[in-house]
C-alpha cells in the first residue's frame, strides 16, 4: 500500500539552530516526492520536489531534501532556522493512476521555533 | 498571474444539509483535485477532475460528488453532511499528466454542527 509516514509530530528548535525534518514513504515505483508547508489557517505552499536526478534537492527558503531510495527516505533540511519557519510541514508522495498523479500526504509535522 | 482560488473562505452548515465548494484553477491548469483535511491531519484525496470527468477517487462515500466546467473551474458538493465532514477542503490544480506539481488553494473551512 502507498503511505508516507512523518514520525515526528512536533519539533521544537531554537532560532539558528539547524533542523531535520523526517519523511518515510511507501511505493510501488519511482516516487515523486514533495514537501509543502502550511501556515496556519493557510492552504499549502510547495518547498521542493524530487522527480529524478540529483538526489540532493534544492528549494525555496533555504530548504533542502535528500532522496534516499535505499532508506525510503526525504528528509528535509535547513542549516539555520528562522522564526518565520513556524508552520507544518507535509510531506507527500505522487501517486500514479490513469496517467495523472493524486498525493498521499503524510500526517505532518509541527515546527515550533524558539527566539 | 493568479493563482488557485476558492470559495467561500468559510462555512458552517448543519447536520444533513447540503454543500458546494468551488474552485478557480490557476491559469493555464486543466486538472482540479480535492482534497480534505481534518484538523491535525494530513491532507486527504478525494477525487480528481480533468476534461469535465472524475479521473480518480480516493476513499470517500459517494456523498462526495463533483464537476468540472468548460473553463476547468470546479465544485465539490457534499450531501446529507455528518459531522466529521468538518474540515479546510483544499483545491489543488496542475495539468493533466505527466509529472506536473499540483498547486493548492487557500481551502474553505467547512464546519458542521
Known amino acids: 500500500a502507498q503511505s508516507v509516514t512523518q514520525p515526528d509530530i512536533h519539533i521544537t528548535v531554537s532560532e539558528g539552530a539547524s533542523l531535520e525534518l523526517r519523511c518515510n514513504y511507501s511505493?510501488?515505483?519511482?516516487?515523486?516526492l514533495f514537501w509543502y508547508v502550511q501556515s496556519p489557517g493557510q492552504g499549502l505552499q510547495l518547498l521542493l520536489k524530487?522527480?529524478?536526478?540529483?538526489?540532493l534537492v534544492q528549494g525555496i527558503k533555504g530548504f533542502e531534501a535528500e532522496f534516499k531510495r535505499s532508506q525510503s527516505s526525504f528528509n528535509l533540511r535547513k542549516p539555520s532556522v528562522h522564526w518565520s519557519d513556524a508552520a507544518e510541514y507535509f510531506c507527500?508522495?505522487?501517486?500514479?493512476?490513469?496517467?495523472?498523479?493524486?498525493?498521499?500526504f503524510g500526517t505532518g509535522t509541527r515546527l515550533k521555533v524558539l527566539a | 498571474d493568479a493563482g488557485v482560488t476558492q470559495s467561500p473562505t468559510h462555512l458552517i452548515k448543519t447536520r444533513g444539509q447540503q454543500v458546494t465548494l468551488r474552485c478557480s484553477p490557476k491559469?493555464?491548469?486543466?486538472?482540479v483535485s480535492w482534497y480534505q483535511q481534518a484538523l491535525g491531519q494530513g491532507p486527504q484525496f478525494i477525487f480528481q477532475?480533468?476534461?469535465?470527468?472524475?479521473?480518480q477517487r480516493g476513499n470517500f462515500p459517494d456523498r462526495f460528488s463533483g464537476h468540472q466546467f468548460p473553463n476547468y473551474s470546479s465544485e465539490l458538493n457534499v450531501n446529507a453532511l455528518l459531522l466529521g465532514d468538518s474540515a479546510l477542503y483544499l483545491c489543488?490544480?496542475?495539468?493533466?499528466?505527466?509529472?506536473?506539481?499540483?498547486?493548492f488553494g487557500p481551502g474553505t473551512r467547512l464546519l458542521v454542527l
Open positions: 477532475y480533468y476534461e469535465e470527468e472524475e479521473r
Open positions: 489543488a490544480s496542475t495539468f493533466y499528466g505527466g509529472r506536473e506539481t499540483q498547486y
Open positions: 491559469s493555464g491548469h486543466d486538472t
Open positions: 511505493y510501488g515505483a519511482t516516487p515523486y
Open positions: 507527500a508522495v505522487g501517486a500514479s493512476a490513469s496517467g495523472t498523479y493524486k498525493y498521499i
Open positions: 524530487y522527480f529524478s536526478g540529483d538526489t
